[in-house]
């Protein structure tokens, strides 16, 4: 045991893996035991690990400028760059983009301007905003209040009513389906309650809805055919801005440059990070639509300030490296090998529809889940997530990591540039930890 307090980690199951290096798609830990990434650490290294490249630039950027601050105007060639490039990249018109450290921070960033908006637009009391059941957005106070999963929300007494946080469900037809319910109707259900929850409140006290392309934490939950078009409309209606959390699906993830653009989403506001640096330096960007930039710029001078920002904003070293990886995925076109390295996952996770353990295979892009229940017929479930940590331990044992997410769930997220063998091997490995897994459920009773 050290002096470290670990992230998101039971006191008693500390340090149970020391990494001592990686190479490619693969981890290492100190014994030298290989370990094939399924999860691009925490869904993040889409570069993998050692690439070369990035080093260098690295390298470079700190011998020239290691540090400079970009508060009261002051900037420098890195961050410039990454601006300039982010902002013709994303699907929203004439992005402006403040950069940060985390997805967190991002989303921080991005409930400050909303109200700081607000104030300048002439609407002081739209500030609330709606976040989805089973949506993770981080864990500062602000963002974890975003966030729609309990064990974020246990014992730290968030202030959701403070914040203007109101709740709507998930989009997770296999759990949330009503009995006979089709799709479409499940989606109309949907939207009916958006509508309901904005009317209820009053329209004109509600700034945004926010919401990942595909729902990651919360359980890797790829939404209906048809669900976000059904969700702007409402959003359209009202005046509401649809704000993306792209922090997993963003740069690759879904096969397409963002999660926006594969689903179909109308985004004004965007969270990135993750990928943005393929994890090997920490930033992140909040991404707004020019008139909404132009509103806060015209009224800062009677406002005053924008009294917000990071010692580290803009980073010159992050703003290289993450430069540099955003020229990578371009150049060795990552956003379309992972379409089609996503479509032969798909292909091997369809299969695990049979395995005894398996309710649902929810898989999109290079992203995929797996829930095990104890009834496939009724889809009861397990209590708690002992049978997800039991397969996740099991695939470790193989060499392979996954990550067990509530409602035992085994979430696939690697690195955007594995090859056919790579997703032969995750098969391979998942397969041998489904069956001990079920062996171990079956001895224990628990099916």
Request: net charge negative; with cysteine.
């Amino acid at each position: 045991m050290t002096a470290m307090i670990y992230p998101t980690t039971n006191p008693s199951a500390t340090e149970t893996m020391v990494v001592a290096r990686g190479e490619g798609p693969y981890i290492f830990d100190k014994a030298g035991k290989r370990y094939l990434e399924g999860m691009a650490g925490l869904w993040c290294t889409a570069l993998g690990y050692g690439n070369e490249e990035i080093i260098e630039t690295a390298t470079r950027q700190m011998r020239e400028l290691s540090f400079s601050h970009m508060f009261s105007g002051k900037t420098h060639p890195a961050a410039i760059e990454l601006a300039d490039k982010l902002a013709a990249m994303v699907p929203i018109e004439n992005a402006q983009v403040f950069l940060g450290n985390s997805g967190s921070d991002a989303n921080d960033t991005l409930m400050k301007l909303i109200r700081y908006y607000a104030a300048a637009s002439g609407q002081p009391q739209r500030t609330k905003i709606i976040a989805r059941e089973k949506g993770y957005h981080g864990v500062t106070l602000a963002s974890a209040a975003l966030t729609g999963l309990a064990p974020n929300h246990t014992h730290f007494q968030l202030p959701f009513d403070a914040l203007g946080v109101l709740r709507t469900g998930a989009p997770h037809y296999y759990r949330c389906a009503n009995p006979g319910e089709s799709e479409g109707e499940f989606v109309a259900r949907r939207a009916d309650e958006l509508e309901q929850l904005i009317l209820a409140e009053g329209p004109d006290t509600i700034a945004a809805m926010i919401a990942e392309p595909v729902n990651g934490a919360g359980g890797v939950i790829v939404p209906p055919d048809g669900y976000f078009e059904s969700i702007q409309a409402v959003l359209d209606r009202y005046g509401i801005i649809l704000w993306d959390d792209e922090v997993i699906c963003g740069f690759g993830r879904l096969g397409t440059d963002f999660g926006a653009t594969r689903l179909n989403m109308k985004p004004k506001m965007m969270a990135c990070a993750k990928a943005l640096s393929s994890a090997y330096v920490p930033i992140s960007a909040a991404i707004v639509s020019g008139d909404i930039a132009d509103v806060i710029a015209d009224s800062a001078t009677q406002m005053g300030v924008f009294g917000h920002g990071y010692t580290y904003s803009g980073h010159p070293l992050g703003c290289a490296v993450a430069s540099k990886v955003i020229d990578i995925y371009q150049r060795d076109n990552l956003f379309e090998h992972a379409a089609v390295m996503g479509r032969y996952l798909q292909s091997k996770l369809a299969s695990y529809i049979d395995h005894p353990l398996v309710g649902e295979v929810s898989s999109i892009g290079l992203l995929g889940a797996l829930e095990l229940v104890a009834d496939k017929a009724t889809k009861k479930p397990f209590d708690g997530m002992k049978v997800a940590q039991f397969c996740a331990a099991a695939a470790e044992q193989n060499g392979l990591i996954v990550r067990p997410l509530g409602g035992n769930r085994i979430a696939l997220c690697p690195p955007l540039i594995i090859q056919e063998q790579h997703v032969d091997e995750i098969d391979q490995k998942l397969r041998r930890a489904l069956d001990s897994t079920l062996d171990w459920v079956t001895r224990e009773g628990l099916k």
